[in-house]
């Protein structure tokens, strides 16, 4: 694993504390320090550090793969501005619908009160959610924002310069500067993490149809036998996602472990079962023709 800082043109300007904005309730948070990309053996995450003292925050988002969209969190000073982590709307920009944040339901989660206890070692409380929307229709004849097959698309990051947390009456605003080039970074990286896999994102691409399940049923038996003795004995839960190179001939030629949770006392034992037992319809390219591609899931350990 390797991680690095971004080039200057990407660089925060670190300014101190944070600045409390005019609007009611509204907390805005400037950078503390630089964004750091991290190529990790299973996923890319783009991080960043925002206020100081109780306001510090950490921020990230994260791709698995060559993607039009991310998975992010929000962990710190922030969070606990918001409250109670119910009802939380999050805007990229100004160009893009405003998402609800998704918690978990079940694997991970323990409730105290309406807290759901999400937790950063270091910055405290989080909470997790995924992607950006378009607001406004693009011209006719554009490709929709966020619908680009190649990756994240550079021209929605340069619209978004700023991501804002609203609950009810209260905002926290990260003044990320604009992200495109924090895009074009992560597109890199996740060509890179491909590479390192053994495919192309071009090879990928020429999937029409993505590879279907045949036998996840039998499969997730399987699993649901190996939960691991010393997680089981302590009740210890976890979430771990599984990505899946199959194969032309639609066997599952490698998986791709990464915790969504913490998941010390949870294996590898997933995995090697998808790759002994299942079994999927492969990709096809426009043709018909059988082609190599990847299938995504999740294991949710939960008592």
């Known amino acids: 694993m390797r991680s690095f800082l971004l080039a200057a043109a990407l660089a925060f300007a670190s300014t101190g504390l944070p600045v409390q904005a005019q609007e ?22 783009l991080a960043g550090a925002f206020g100081e003292g109780e ?30 982590n119910r009802g939380i709307e999050v805007r990229f920009g100004t160009n893009f619908d405003p998402i609800e944040v998704n918690l978990p339901e079940r ?39 966020g619908e680009s097959v190649t990756g994240l698309d550079p021209k929605d990051g ?18 990320t500067g604009p992200l495109g080039e924090a895009f074009e970074a992560m597109n890199e990286c996740t060509r890179n993490l491909y590479a390192s896999w053994g495919v192309t994102f071009e090879e ?31 009740g210890e839960q976890a979430t771990v996602g599984l990505k899946l190179l199959i194969a032309a001939d639609g066997t599952v030629q490698r998986c791709i472990r990464f915790e969504v949770t913490k998941a010390k006392n949870f294996g590898n034992e997933p995995c090697e079962i998808m790759v002994k037992h299942a079994r999927f319809e492969p990709a096809r390219d426009a043709t018909g023709k059988p082609v190599r591609g990847f299938y995504q899931t999740t294991v949710s350990y939960w008592m």
């Open 204 to 234: 990928i691409a020429l999937a029409a149809t993505g590879a279907k399940p045949l036998n996840m049923a039998d499969v997730a038996k399987r699993i649901r036998q190996t939960y691991p003795a010393k997680a089981f004995r302590r």
């Open 158 to 175: 340069a619209l978004i310069d700023h991501v804002e947390f609203v609950r009810d009456d209260r905002r926290v605003r990260l003044a």
């Open 55 to 84: 306001h510090a925050t950490a921020f990230w988002i994260e791709q698995t793969g060559p993607s039009s969209g991310f998975s992010w969190v929000l962990a710190g000073g922030a969070v606990e501005k918001l409250g109670p």
């Open 24 to 45: 009611t309730n509204t907390l805005v948070l400037q950078p503390s320090g630089p964004w750091n990309l991290d190529y990790g053996d299973t996923r890319c995450r």
């Open 107 to 145: 694997p991970g989660e323990r409730r105290d009160g309406d807290r759901t206890k999400l937790t950063l070692d270091g910055f405290g409380k989080a909470i997790m959610g995924f992607g950006y929307r378009q607001a406004v229709p693009p011209p006719e004849g554009s490709p929709p924002i």
